[in-house]
């Protein structure tokens, strides 16, 4: 995952970097925290290691069932109707996530969409 930084007090545009920034909706002065925090209510996505962890999840699980499509720059976007995430001993079904990886294979950008959830799976 990219983790690329900029000098004095400018968030880079991509990566955890733009990902973990605060607030939420990811436009130009904003990044994704906030819907990372509000939108998976039950999953404690409290800082970037957590975060790293549940986008790498989504990327290597198996039986993930996502959509992808590629936009006009050449960007492909998957949006992950479900996969699953371990923290600690809780096991949870994540879904409606959407992840954009460069032409590269970098994660450029990842955030939950408003009908996001995350549901343990502990009886």
């Known amino acids: 995952i990219n983790d690329p930084t900029l ?3 400018v968030r880079f545009k991509y990566g955890i970097e733009h990902i973990w920034a605060p607030g939420a909706g990811g436009g ?3 990044g994704h925290r906030d819907d990372w925090q509000t939108r998976l209510p039950g999953l404690s996505v409290s800082g970037r290691d957590v975060l790293t962890q549940v986008i790498m999840a989504a ?3 198996p039986f993930a069932q996502f959509r992808q499509t590629r936009s006009r720059n050449g960007n492909v976007v998957r949006t992950f109707e479900y996969f699953t995430f371990r923290q600690g001993q809780r ?5 409606n996530v959407r992840i954009v990886l460069g032409q590269n294979g970098m994660v450029i950008t990842a955030f939950p969409l408003k009908n996001a959830s995350a549901q343990s799976l502990e009886m």
């Open 7 to 9: 000098r004095g007090n």
């Open 28 to 30: 130009d002065d904003a």
């Open 59 to 61: 990327l290597t699980d």
């Open 91 to 95: 096991l949870f079904a994540i879904r």
